[in-house]
């Protein structure tokens, strides 16, 4: 089950951060944070490859003791980072691929709402949406 959602623009600040619980917001906003330089890196390191590719999951970022960090960039450079719980063994990495894509596409419904000003932070019912994306497992 996903602990944290980021959704990060291509200028590197947040546009939507949410974490369950919330009681360690403040550490999940460090490891999104933390993780744009792996991002940035895996980005680089993929160069003309990443062009190329029509889906852009990054995969694994870096794992701690307790949660791993995952991360996906769409083609305009908007970056999705999920924080997943270590314990979840049974969480394979289709399903994550496939959290991201719900996210992704959660994102653009966001972007063609005709009153939200891009690079404005989310919100409305975009974030009820978000929280049933976290709340499941990767499972359709």
Request: proline fraction near 4%; glycine fraction near 4%; aromatic fraction near 10%.
């Amino acid at each position: 089950m996903a602990v944290c959602v980021a959704v990060i623009a291509k200028e590197n600040y947040p546009l939507y951060i949410r974490s369950i619980p919330t009681e360690n917001e403040l550490k999940f906003h460090y490891m999104v944070h933390t993780s744009l330089d792996v991002v940035d890196e895996k980005i680089s390191a993929m160069g003309k490859a990443l062009v190329d590719q029509r889906e852009l999951y990054l995969g694994l970022l870096y794992p701690t003791e307790d949660y791993k960090v995952y991360g996906y960039v769409t083609n305009s450079k908007v970056k999705f980072v999920m924080v997943v719980d270590s314990s979840n063994t049974a969480l394979r990495d289709n399903e994550i691929r496939s959290m991201f894509r719900k996210l992704h596409n959660s994102y653009t419904d966001v972007m063609c709402n005709p009153f939200y000003n891009p690079g404005d932070r989310i919100q409305s019912r975009w974030t009820k949406r978000m929280l049933r994306v976290l709340a499941s497992s990767g499972h359709s």
